[in-house]
């Protein structure tokens, strides 16, 4: 098992070969079955959401709130090795999502109705805008102000301060953005709204 856990990828397999059992023991009717394959996208769309999310809260309540604690010959640890790796997963995660989650309300056929915000698809329809405008900032606002604010673009100190700092705000307003927004995504199904 040590061999498995020592590496990301081959622990990511084992997930998958799990589960792969479990929905042949379970006999899921798989093969041609259109629900089925919605279903499995949806899937696929929560674990992206997760990872997107997941590391939203990270910058949020563990990078931001810790960077004034750590010694200043100690933050490059961060700004250089860490900040980089997790923006790379995150904005990836974020386009992941949309692209799922787009995919999804074409499977089920109601893409221009929960847009459109008509019932019965109002409670989806918020959540989808609202986790739009979110990977926008993402990618538009957070990671080009994230590539001065860590030095991967250079820039003059001041700019590279302001970059910082709308970065921040930015994932902010995210992070509020996410309550409602995982709220509206989870009541459609549930008669949430
Ligand atoms: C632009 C981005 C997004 C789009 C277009 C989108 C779209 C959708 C759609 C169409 C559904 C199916 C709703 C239904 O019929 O019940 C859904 C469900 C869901 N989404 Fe999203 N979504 C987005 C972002 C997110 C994010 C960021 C998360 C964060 C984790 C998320 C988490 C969920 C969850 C938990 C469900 C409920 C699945 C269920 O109850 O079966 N979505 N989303």
């Known amino acids: 098992m040590g061999t498995v856990f020592q590496s990301l990828g081959r622990t990511l397999l084992a997930g998958v070969v799990l589960l792969v ?9 798989v093969a041609g079955n259109l629900a089925w ?22 910058f949020n309540f563990v990078q931001i709130p810790s960077m004034p604690k750590i ?3 100690q ?7 860490i900040a980089p790796e997790a923006l790379f997963w995150f904005r990836w995660a974020a386009l992941a ?17 929960a847009l459109a915000l008509q019932r019965p ?3 989806i329809g918020i ?16 990671w080009p102000n994230q590539k001065k604010a860590l030095g991967i673009v250079t820039v003059e ?15 902010r307003a995210n992070t509020m953005l996410s309550i409602p927004m995982l709220f509206c995504m989870v009541a459609q199904q549930n008669g949430g709204l």
């Open 121 to 123: 698809f109002t409670a």
């Open 37 to 58: 394959w919605t279903f499995f996208m949806r899937w696929l769309h929560v674990l992206s959401g997760v990872l997107w999310i997941g590391l939203l809260w990270y």
């Open 97 to 113: 999502t949309v692209v799922t989650g787009v995919l999804v309300a074409g499977m089920t056929g109601y893409i221009g109705s």
């Open 71 to 73: 010694p200043d010959e």
């Open 127 to 142: 959540g989808m805008w609202l986790a739009l405008v979110m990977a926008f900032n993402v990618w538009f606002i957070i």
């Open 157 to 171: 100190a001041a700019e590279k301060a302001k970059a910082a700092r709308v970065a921040m705000l930015t994932s």
């Open 75 to 81: 933050k490059p640890a961060i700004s250089k090795v």
């Open 21 to 29: 059992l479990l929905i042949l023991a379970t006999g899921a009717n």
